[in-house]
């Protein structure tokens, strides 16, 4: 996962800088040139993610011998919707809430190093956020305004489900760090967006009373934590 980390930052903001690089070799029309003054202003957002959870693994044998190890095997990209509200506070500085819900899938691999067994499941969530951000800003040069945010993101998952091999805590905290670049067009402004979020919570359920097959414990008892992630791509309009 680190390795498409980099890969798509990379490649996100090669184009994007590039796209800038060419386009301000020549001063011209600011278009709406005081939209960033206002004291508040308003949007939304639509976009695609990626979900990913990192395992601590312990190792653990149950009473038939096997040791189970789990880590997230495929990337499903997923959709998110919000409202943006950002908050004027200095010229290369602003405040950023970003209502959102993001739906997608994460698929869980289990690995029996017994006997080279393997199982997977289908993780389905329905997160509903509200990430608190501060957008660092660069000066605008025409109409575009490259910037980088950094915050913090609360997160409800409404979708978890017991009786599985897994159960995942409905509730996370996410810190996020991304950049992006303001984009002014004529009658509004378009902001395309990478962010990386990292979740700061262990969110395995280690309390398992809801199983009725006591031998699914193994797949909770073999993993001390797990840390969510998510790459999310974002677009703005202004």
């Known amino acids: ?13 090669v184009l994007l800088f590039a796209c800038i690089s060419v386009s301000a070799q020549v001063r011209k029309v600011m278009n709406r040139p005081y939209i960033d003054q206002r004291r ?6 639509a976009g695609v993610h990626l979900q990913d959870m990192e395992f601590q693994n312990n190792g653990y044998i149950d ?19 919000g409202i943006l509200g950002e908050l004027y506070l200095t010229k290369h500085l602003a405040a ?14 289990f690995h029996n190093h017994t006997d080279n067994r393997i199982e997977r499941e289908t993780i389905k969530s329905t997160y509903i956020s509200l990430p608190i951000d501060l957008k660092f800003s660069a000066e605008r040069f ?17 979708t978890i489900k017991k009786q599985k091999n897994l159960l995942l ?3 996370d905290c996410y810190l996020e760090i991304g950049l992006g ?36 414990q193994v797949f909770t008892k073999s993993i001390d934590k797990a840390h969510s992630k998510m790459i999310v ?6």
Not at 185 to 214: A, H, S, V
């Open 181 to 216: 670049c303001d984009f002014y067009l004529p009658f509004f402004k378009f902001i395309p967006e990478i962010k990386f979020c990292y979740g700061l919570m262990n969110i395995i359920e280690k309390d398992r009373t809801d199983l009725i097959d006591e031998s699914l």
């Open 1 to 13: 996962m680190k390795e498409l980390h980099h890969r798509i930052y990379s490649t996100f903001a």
């Open 96 to 109: 950023r809430a970003i209502p959102s819900m993001h739906f997608g899938t994460k698929t869980a691999t």
């Open 142 to 158: 025409n109409n575009y305004r490259p910037y980088m945010m950094c915050g913090i993101n609360p997160m409800l998952d409404l």
């Open 40 to 45: 508040i202003h308003y949007g939304f957002m």
């Open 63 to 81: 009473e038939n011998g096997n040791q189970w190890f789990t880590d997230i095997g495929n990337y499903d990209p997923g959709f998110s919707v």
């Open 233 to 238: 791509i974002s677009f703005y309009f202004e």
């Open 169 to 171: 805590k409905p509730f």
